[in-house]
C-alpha cells in the first residue's frame, strides 16, 4: 500500500498566530497564576441546585448562560487542583460533596503543572485508573478502570458524548478530565463497567486572552499550543475560543516519529438571557512510526531485556488517523427552575496503517513479524442526547428531575483488515529493520459494522433534613442494534435491557459526608466470530460505600470501597480460536483514596491510591484467575510549592504499580502465570514567572521518570505484546500570555 503524505501540518501556524496576536489584549496581570485564573473566569446567572438559588449561574452540563466571573460551574475551569462541582456523575450541575458517587477531576492547572502530553500522563492521577494495551497495540487510548478494560474503540467521551479515535486524544483543548467510576449506562448508554472517562473541553468565555506555549524536549519534541478567546461584539453576545496544537518529534525508539496537527475552533452566542448556542469543531490528525504503539516482546520467562530504544518493527511501518468532530449544543431555561438542553455530535475519521504483528522470542532471541494493518479504515458517528431538567419541593424535598433519551449511530468499515505475508526472521538482540517484501502478499478480510442505541432515563435527585440528606434514584431503558461482518459471515444480536441505580448521601458535617449506592450496567453483544452463535449481552452491578472530607477549607478526599460484578464474559475457545465461549463471571473489589486541593495557600497536592482485586469468580475454566494487567496496589502523589511572590515554583511526584499477571491461562496455558515486576517512578518540576513587556511568562522545566526506569505497564494477555513504558522524558516550556 502506498504511504499517504499530508501538506505540512506547519502551515497553519503563521495563521493562527496572526489571528490570535490580532486580537485586542488582556491587561497586565500581577503574576501568572492570578492571570492564569483570569483567564478561566466562567459566567452565569441564576442557578437552582436543589430547589434553592446557589452560585449566580445556570449551568446545564458544561454549557454556561451568562452572569458572574469565577464562581466554579460543572465542566468550567478549576482553580488549582480541587473540583467543587460536576454534572458526569448525574448529569446535572451538582456538588461533588453531594454526589453519592466517585467522581474525581484532574484539572487543568494540574495538567500544565505536570506538562501532560496524553491522557495517559493526566489520568495516572486517579486511583484505579490504568493504561492497558489495545487490540492494535497503542495507537489509540486504552485504560482499565476498577480492574475491567474500557471498549478500545471509545475509550474516552467528549462533554459526555462518546466519540471515536483510533489516534490517542490531544489534551491541548481540554479544560479538565473527570472520571465517573463504576458501571456508567445508567446514563450513557451501553459502556464497559469499570467507570467512563469524560474529557471536558475549554469553551468560549467573556473577556479577552492569549496563551502561547512552545515546548522543547526529548527526542527533538518540537510542540506548539495556542488558545485563545474573545468576543466579537461588545455585549459578549458572540464569543469564540481557538486551540491550536502542533507537535513533531522523533520517537524513543531507533528510527521512529510522530507527528500531529490539533485544532479546535468554536463559537458561542447568547441568543438572550436564557438561550445560548455553542457551536464548534475538533480536528485532529496524526502520522506516528509502529513500533510506537506496541513496545516489546517476550519469552517463555517474560518480557525480554532488551534496550528501550529498540525497534523490534520494520524502519517505514506507520499508522495515520484523520478525524473531524462537529459539535452544536444548546439550552433554554424556562424559568429559573425549569430548562432544557440538546448536544448533537457528528464525527468522521478515516485511518490507515501498515504495521507487522510480532510471535514471541525463542530462548535465543529470534521472532517472525508478519504483516498486519488496514486499507481504509473509514468510520462515521452521529449521536444525541436531550435532557429536560426540573428543580422543585414538595412539601420539605428539594428535587432535581431529570428527563431524557440518547442516540448513538455508529458506521464502521476497515476497508479491509490484512494479516499475514511470508514470516521475517529477526532477533531481539539485532533486528531486522530493513524494508521487506512480506507485506506483498497478505490477506485481506472484509470487517464492518454497524452498531446503533437508543435509550431513555429518568433520573430524581432529593434533598432534605436542612439540605443534609441526598437521595438519588435513575432508571433506563436501552435498546441495541448490532450488526457484524467479518470475513464473510455476519451476525446481527439485538439487546434491550432495563437498568436502575440508587443512591443515599448524608453529611454528618458540612465537611463531612457519607454514602452508599448501587448501580446496574449494560454492556456489549456477545457472539461466536466463527460460529455465528449468539450469547446474552455483557452486564454488570456495583455496590459503592465511601466518605468524602474537606480536611481543610481547600483541602477534599474521597475514601471508597466497592464490589463490581461483570457476567457473561466471553473469551476464545481454547480448543479452536475460531470460536468465541462464555468464560464466566468476574469480581473486582476495592479500595480507593483520592485527595486533591491545597494544604497552604502556597502548597497543592494530589494523591491517589487503589487496591483492586478482580478475578474470575464463576468459571469452569478459569475460577480464582486473576485478570491481567491490573496491579493490586497503585499509587500517585504530586506536589506543587510556590515561593511567595519570588516567582519560583517547584513540583515533585512519584506514581507506583505492584506487580502485574502478563498472560492470562486460556491465551498462552505453558506461560501461566509470569509476571511483570513492580515499578516506581519519579517526576520533577521548577517553573519561574515573571513579566515580559505586556504579558506574563512562565519558563518551566519537566523530568518525567527522571531515572530513567524500564517497566512494563500492561499486556495484551500474552507475551508477544507487551507495553513497554517511555524512558526519560525532558521538556522545557515557554508559556506567553497576554
Known amino acids: 500500500m502506498p504511504r499517504l503524505h499530508y501538506p505540512p501540518r506547519f502551515a497553519l501556524l503563521p495563521l493562527c498566530l496572526a489571528v490570535a496576536f490580532a486580537t485586542p489584549s488582556s491587561s497586565l496581570a500581577q503574576d501568572f497564576a492570578a492571570n492564569s485564573q483570569d483567564e478561566h473566569a466562567e459566567d452565569g446567572s441564576n442557578r437552582v441546585s436543589h430547589g434553592r438559588a446557589e452560585a449566580d449561574s445556570l449551568v446545564l452540563d458544561t454549557m454556561v448562560v451568562t452572569g458572574v466571573a469565577n464562581a466554579e460551574v460543572a465542566g468550567g475551569p478549576v482553580q488549582g487542583y480541587r473540583a467543587k462541582r460536576s454534572a458526569t456523575g448525574t448529569r446535572t450541575d451538582t456538588e461533588l460533596m453531594q454526589t453519592p458517587v466517585s467522581v474525581q477531576v484532574v484539572s487543568r492547572?494540574?495538567?500544565?503543572?505536570?506538562?501532560?502530553?496524553?491522557?495517559d500522563d493526566a489520568l495516572k492521577n486517579v486511583s484505579?485508573?490504568?493504561?492497558?494495551?489495545?487490540p492494535?497495540?497503542?495507537?489509540?487510548?486504552?485504560?482499565?478502570?476498577?480492574g475491567f478494560q474500557l471498549d478500545?474503540?471509545?475509550?474516552?467521551?467528549?462533554?459526555?458524548?462518546?466519540?471515536?479515535?483510533?489516534?490517542p486524544k490531544e489534551t491541548a483543548g481540554l479544560e479538565r478530565v473527570e472520571v465517573l467510576k463504576g458501571p456508567a449506562a445508567i446514563m450513557y448508554g451501553r459502556i464497559e463497567p469499570g467507570g467512563m472517562i469524560n474529557r471536558v473541553s475549554k469553551q468560549p468565555q467573556s473577556g479577552q486572552f492569549?496563551?502561547?506555549?512552545?515546548?522543547?524536549?526529548s527526542n527533538n519534541l518540537l510542540r506548539t499550543t495556542l488558545d485563545t478567546n474573545g468576543a466579537f461584539t461588545h455585549d459578549q453576545s458572540w464569543l469564540y475560543r481557538v486551540n491550536l496544537a502542533v507537535e513533531k518529534a522523533d520517537g524513543y525508539k531507533d528510527h521512529t516519529d510522530n507527528e500531529r496537527l490539533y485544532l479546535a475552533p468554536q463559537l458561542s452566542w447568547q441568543v438572550s438571557d436564557r438561550i445560548n448556542v455553542r457551536a464548534g469543531l475538533e480536528y485532529q490528525t496524526n502520522e506516528r512510526s509502529w513500533a510506537l504503539t506496541y513496545g516489546t516482546i517476550g519469552d517463555a520467562n517474560g518480557p525480554v531485556d532488551v534496550s528501550t530504544s529498540t525497534n523490534l518493527h520494520g524502519k517505514d511501518e506507520y499508522y495515520e488517523d484523520d478525524s473531524l468532530t462537529w459539535h452544536l449544543s444548546w439550552q433554554h431555561a424556562f424559568n429559573d427552575h425549569w430548562r432544557i438542553q440538546q448536544r448533537l455530535t457528528y464525527v468522521d475519521r478515516n485511518s490507515k496503517a501498515e504495521g507487522s504483528s510480532l510471535s514471541a522470542a525463542d530462548a535465543d532471541g529470534n521472532y517472525t513479524r508478519t504483516y498486519w494493518g488496514w486499507e481504509d479504515e473509514q468510520a462515521t458517528i452521529a449521536s444525541t442526547n436531550i435532557d429536560l431538567i426540573g428543580e422543585f419541593t414538595t412539601g420539605l424535598v428539594a428535587h432535581t428531575l431529570l428527563l431524557g433519551a440518547d442516540y448513538f449511530d455508529e458506521e464502521y468499515d476497515s476497508g479491509g483488515w490484512a494479516s499475514g505475508g511470508t514470516p521475517q526472521a529477526s532477533n531481539v538482540h539485532s533486528p531486522n529493520n530493513r524494508d521487506t517484501p512480506y507485506d506483498q502478499d497478505y490477506n485481506v478480510s472484509d470487517y464492518w459494522y454497524e452498531n446503533r442505541n437508543l435509550g431513555v432515563y429518568a433520573q430524581n435527585q432529593m434533598a432534605l433534613l436542612d439540605d443534609r440528606l441526598h437521595l438519588l434514584i435513575g432508571a433506563r431503558y436501552d435498546s441495541a442494534d448490532y450488526t457484524y461482518h467479518f470475513g464473510g459471515r455476519e451476525f446481527n444480536p439485538k439487546d434491550s435491557k432495563l437498568t436502575w441505580r440508587g443512591g443515599v448521601l448524608y453529611q454528618l458535617h458540612p465537611a463531612i459526608a457519607v454514602?452508599?449506592?448501587?448501580?446496574?450496567?449494560?454492556?456489549?453483544?456477545?457472539?461466536s466470530w466463527g460460529s455465528g452463535e449468539t450469547f446474552d449481552p455483557q452486564t454488570s452491578h456495583q455496590y459503592e460505600v465511601g466518605a468524602k472530607l474537606q480536611l481543610t477549607p481547600e483541602l477534599n478526599l474521597t475514601v471508597a470501597a466497592f464490589e463490581l460484578v461483570k457476567d457473561n464474559l466471553t473469551m476464545a475457545d481454547p480448543n479452536d480460536i475460531t470460536r468465541t465461549i462464555l468464560a464466566g463471571e468476574a469480581t473486582s473489589k476495592g479500595l480507593e483514596?483520592?485527595?486533591?486541593?491545597?494544604?497552604?495557600?502556597?502548597?497543592?497536592?494530589?494523591?491517589?491510591?487503589?487496591?483492586t482485586d478482580v478475578r474470575y469468580t464463576r468459571s469452569d475454566r478459569f475460577q480464582g484467575e486473576r485478570l491481567h494487567s491490573i496491579p493490586r496496589h497503585g499509587a500517585s502523589l504530586w506536589n506543587t510549592y510556590t515561593f511567595g511572590a519570588s516567582g519560583w515554583e517547584v513540583g515533585a511526584g512519584v506514581t507506583y504499580r505492584s506487580e502485574r499477571l502478563g498472560?492470562?491461562?486460556?491465551?498462552?496455558?505453558?506461560?501461566?502465570?509470569?509476571?511483570?515486576?513492580?515499578?516506581?517512578?519519579?517526576?520533577?518540576?521548577?517553573?519561574?514567572?515573571f513579566p515580559l513587556r505586556d504579558m506574563t511568562a512562565k519558563a518551566q522545566l519537566n523530568v518525567n521518570n527522571l531515572t530513567d526506569k524500564v517497566y512494563y505497564p500492561a499486556t495484551y494477555g500474552r507475551n508477544s505484546r507487551i507495553a513497554q513504558g517511555e524512558p526519560r522524558r525532558v521538556v522545557a516550556s515557554l508559556n506567553l500570555a497576554f
Do not use: C, H
Request: hydrophobic share 40%; net charge negative.
Open 128 to 134: 484505579g485508573v490504568y493504561v492497558m494495551q489495545g
Open 152 to 167: 478500545a474503540y471509545g475509550a474516552t467521551y467528549l462533554d459526555g458524548v462518546k466519540d471515536f479515535s483510533r489516534a
Open 663 to 689: 498472560v492470562q491461562r486460556g491465551a498462552q496455558p505453558a506461560l501461566y502465570p509470569y509476571t511483570m515486576d513492580a515499578y516506581t517512578l519519579v517526576d520533577m518540576m521548577v517553573a519561574y514567572s
Open 515 to 527: 454514602y452508599a449506592s448501587y448501580v446496574e450496567g449494560f454492556g456489549s453483544s456477545n457472539f
Open 593 to 611: 483514596l483520592d485527595l486533591a486541593g491545597q494544604l497552604t495557600p502556597n502548597w497543592k497536592m494530589v494523591a491517589a491510591y487503589a487496591y
Open 109 to 119: 492547572e494540574l495538567m500544565d503543572d505536570q506538562q501532560v502530553l496524553s491522557l
Open 210 to 217: 492569549t496563551r502561547l506555549q512552545q515546548q522543547v524536549g
Open 136 to 146: 492494535d497495540g497503542n495507537t489509540m487510548d486504552a485504560f482499565n478502570i476498577r
